[in-house]
């Protein structure tokens, strides 16, 4: 037997002040996509912002239903969108932010598990790393230079 160890590296932002101007901007997209959020039943609202390589932001947030397996989250709204309208463009970078009603969100809150497959498709499609933060409502923010980062063990097309 052989012991393999993974390692994962993120950095981390004290305040949005830290961040470079082309990550505040977009994180701001991601604010906004947030608020608009619809999450009667969690009362979890996300936003994500997505950078193209064509310079186009795509955003996308929470659509909840009283049905809970038919929402789906913002992350895949927004990547979703991207590559039905964008199908030749490459993902450089995305934005999320989380906010609660029930609690205060001051910590960076990633990707939930089925976000991060359906990143991990577009990343592994593109042949390039996709730069993701993220973040609660406020407070600091965690950047991964790729969502291998986050999703070390991928499943993807190479094992079909």
Avoid at 52 to 68: K, P, R
Avoid at 75 to 99: C, D, H, L, N, W
């Amino acid at each position: 037997m052989k012991e393999v160890k993974i390692e994962s590296t993120l950095y981390v932002y004290e305040a949005m002040e830290e961040l470079p101007k082309e990550a505040v901007s977009l994180m701001h997209k991601a604010f906004e996509a947030r608020d608009k959020a619809y999450a009667p039943y969690s009362n979890f609202n996300v936003g994500a912002a997505i950078l193209l390589d064509n310079g186009e932001v795509i955003t996308g947030n929470n659509q909840e239903n009283a049905s809970y397996p038919s929402g789906l989250c913002a992350e895949r709204t927004a990547i979703y969108y991207a590559g039905s309208q964008y199908p030749e463009a490459k993902v450089v970078r995305m934005a999320i932010s989380a906010s609660s009603k029930n609690k205060p969100t001051l910590s960076p809150i990633p990707p939930c598990g089925a976000c991060r497959q359906a990143i991990a498709e577009y990343e592994v499609k593109q042949a390039s790393p996709i730069e993701i933060y993220f973040m609660g409502k406020s407070g600091k923010i965690a950047k991964s230079e790729s969502l291998a980062n986050l999703l070390p063990l991928v499943f993807d097309k190479s094992v079909l």
